[in-house]
């Protein structure tokens, strides 16, 4: 069962994030076999503002633990959490994409509608991982997730139709994990 998680930060948080690196790494190490995709988000003067992770775990409960283990969680960076069922419609990881050589962003859109209603990817070449959120139960679509490849944020806000959605956010977003 995939899961979609986004910590969003807590303000003025940058520093304890930063001095907390390594003990996030370490825990995203326990789960390195079940990533689907991961990265921090961050403003554009490069400030952090959350952090992504996509991942495959046995059920809503397993997820939440995830979540909420964080280390940086634990320690208070994060003002809040969303943890959403979801589906990995391209079926494949961040690590599997090539790229396009543009920025990389975070698209959310948030609506309520029978699952059945999700929307399929877009035949396009610069989407890294897109799927519906779903309730725990699957039966209701609240939203999309994409990490696309765009040249700015209104670009890459285009990947959801305005119309289908309440809400969307846009945020700028690159592939996480340990430094190589």
Do not use: K
């Amino acid at each position: 069962m995939e899961f979609f998680c986004y910590h969003r930060d807590r303000a003025g948080s940058t520093p304890l994030r930063v001095a907390m690196a390594e003990q996030h790494w370490a825990y995203m190490d326990r789960f390195a076999t079940t990533m689907i995709a991961r990265g921090p988000t961050y403003a554009d003067d490069e400030t952090l503002t959350g952090s992504v992770h996509a991942l495959d775990l046995p059920d809503p409960a397993a997820a939440r633990a995830f979540a909420f283990g964080e280390p940086g969680y634990q320690a208070g960076a994060y003002r809040d959490v969303l943890v959403r069922r979801w589906h990995n419609a391209l079926g494949r990881t961040m690590w599997d994409f090539e790229g396009i050589g543009a920025e990389r962003f975070l698209v959310l859109g948030f609506t309520l509608e029978p699952a059945e209603a999700a929307p399929a990817p877009p035949p396009r070449d610069d989407l890294i991982a897109y799927g519906p959120l779903l309730s725990d139960d699957g039966s209701r679509l609240l939203g999309m997730a994409v990490l696309l490849e765009a040249p700015d944020a209104d670009r890459a806000r285009e990947v959801l139709d305005p119309d289908r959605f309440v809400g969307t956010e846009v945020h700028r977003w690159t592939v996480g994990g340990r430094p190589g």
